[in-house]
Nanobody, 118 residues
Framework: QVQLVESGGGLVQAGGSLRLTCAAS????????MGWFRQPPGKEREFVGRIRRDDGSTYYADSVKDRFTISSDNAKNTVYLQMNSLKPEDTAVYYC???????????WGQGTQVTVSS
């Protein structure tokens, strides 16, 4: 089992920045890839980006590319989502998830609310 706890959400004006943190505990060595997802109000959950634990490579959705950056501190079992140039359409509940390589993102955090005002 892997437990994930997100933090760092809040209210920010358009153009501002926030950094989300995902702290992992439990059998974290099983987590091959850590992903960030979000669910805007009234919409389906969508992929934001991911980072591989072995080589640190990242991949982002087009909607956040060049504005969001994912990084990790494997020693602390922590993953970050730095969000810059935020837009009102970035308003969502943000989730981190762990992919152990045996069936997709099997472990999820509880989510943290990000609200971007115009």
């Amino acid at each position: 089992q892997v437990q994930l706890v997100e933090s760092g959400g809040g209210l920010v004006q358009a153009g501002g920045s926030l950094r989300l943190t995902c702290a992992a505990s439990g059998r974290t060595f099983r987590s091959i890839t850590m992903g960030w997802f979000r669910q805007p109000p009234g919409k389906e959950r969508e992929f934001v980006g991911r980072i591989r634990r072995d080589d640190g490579s990242t991949y982002y959705a087009d909607s956040v590319k060049d504005r969001f950056t994912i990084s990790s501190d494997n020693a602390k079992n922590t993953v970050y989502l730095q969000m810059n140039s935020l837009k009102p359409e970035d308003t969502a509940v943000y989730y981190c998830a762990a992919n152990t390589g045996s069936g997709g993102y099997a472990f999820w955090g509880q989510g943290t609310q990000v609200t971007v005002s115009s």
